[in-house]
C-alpha cells in the first residue's frame, strides 16, 4: 500500500508565496516521476511540472520561471515553491507519483488527495 500526503496550501495574496510538499510512504520499492497537477473549479486537472527521479525537470508555460520542482529522494519527499503567485494559480494542487512497490516490479501512477491554493486579496 502507498500514500502520498500533499501539506502546505492556504490562502496567500497576490505575489505571494507558497511551498506545498509531497511525501510517499508505504511498501515503496522505488519512485520514478513524480508530478503536480492542479485542477481549478470547473476546469479540467492540468499538468504543472514534473521530476524524474534524476532532477530533470518541466513546467508548463503557465509557470515557467515563477514555480520550482523539485525532490528529496532519501526522504520520498516532492516539493512545489510557488513565488510570485497570481489569483489564475487558485486551484487544488495533486501530488502524482509512478512507483513500484516491493510487491510488484510494474510500475504504478499514484495520486495524493490534494491540497487547497488560494490566491486572493
Known amino acids: 500500500q502507498v500514500q502520498l500526503v500533499e501539506s502546505g496550501g492556504a490562502l496567500v495574496q497576490p505575489g505571494g508565496s507558497l511551498r506545498l510538499s509531497c511525501a510517499a510512504s508505504?511498501?515503496?520499492?522505488?519512485?520514478?516521476?513524480m508530478a503536480w497537477y492542479r485542477q481549478a473549479p470547473g476546469k479540467q486537472r492540468d499538468l504543472v511540472a514534473t521530476?524524474?527521479?534524476?532532477?530533470?525537470?518541466n513546467y508548463a508555460d503557465s509557470v515557467k520561471g515563477r514555480f520550482t520542482i523539485s525532490r528529496d529522494n532519501a526522504k520520498n519527499t516532492m516539493y512545489l515553491q510557488m513565488n510570485s503567485l497570481k489569483p489564475e494559480d487558485t486551484a487544488v494542487y495533486y501530488c502524482?507519483?509512478?512507483?513500484?512497490?516491493?510487491?510488484?516490479?510494474?510500475?504504478?501512477?499514484?495520486w495524493g488527495q490534494g491540497t487547497q491554493v488560494t490566491v486572493s486579496s
Open positions: 508505504g511498501s515503496i520499492f522505488s519512485i520514478y516521476v
Open positions: 502524482n507519483a509512478e512507483i513500484v512497490t516491493t510487491a510488484t516490479p510494474r510500475r504504478y501512477r499514484y
Open positions: 521530476i524524474t527521479s534524476g532532477g530533470s525537470t
